[in-house]
């Protein structure tokens, strides 16, 4: 009952999932370029990346209007690039912190993580603008966004990858982002 990982967050973000974009938008169309994934390759120092095996997660527009949030969280892709479209007037800032977990290494701190949940430490804030690009190890940062607080709402992109071939979400997490499975 104390463990952190099972504390109850909210989470009410809107979502439009991958396959309802176009085939040809621009964002499929650079999701998949090999100049782009050479890039981040490039950048993040990885010998290969690749997009979720299922048909959801790979691309999201998120969208967050007053009151709504994304509670604490670590992500299952290996890493994702966001670019915030549109910065609520108030509140909805981005908050993370860079300890707590190393998945590749099997490891979680929930002593830390129960601090930051307690707000006994307290996380980092990304300066969060429309037209700011973060690339990010979600699998490995806890974070969150917070409550917007104003009637312009947060909206931003996400592009998923991961370091494994074949990932994906778990069903249950497709039935709670997604409301369905495929």
Sequence with gaps: MNDPLNREVVSDKGCIPHDLLKQQSKLNILYQSNIFKNFLKGVLNLKDI???????????????????????????????????????????????????????????????????LDRKILPQKADVDSGTLILFYGRNYLH????????????????NYNEEEGTMLSENARLTFFGRIN
């Design 50 to 116: 690749y997009p979720y095996s299922d048909t959801l997660s790979s691309i999201n527009y998120n969208y967050y209007q007053k009151s709504q949030q994304l509670g604490w969280h670590f992500d299952n892709a290996s890493f994702a690039i966001t670019l915030m479209i549109q910065s609520s007037d108030k509140g909805g800032e981005f908050e993370y912190v860079s300890k707590g977990r190393n998945f590749s290494e099997n490891y979680i701190d929930k002593s830390y993580i129960k601090d930051i």
């Design 144 to 159: 969150r966004v917070t409550p917007v607080e104003s009637e312009k709402p947060r909206i931003l992109v996400t592009l």
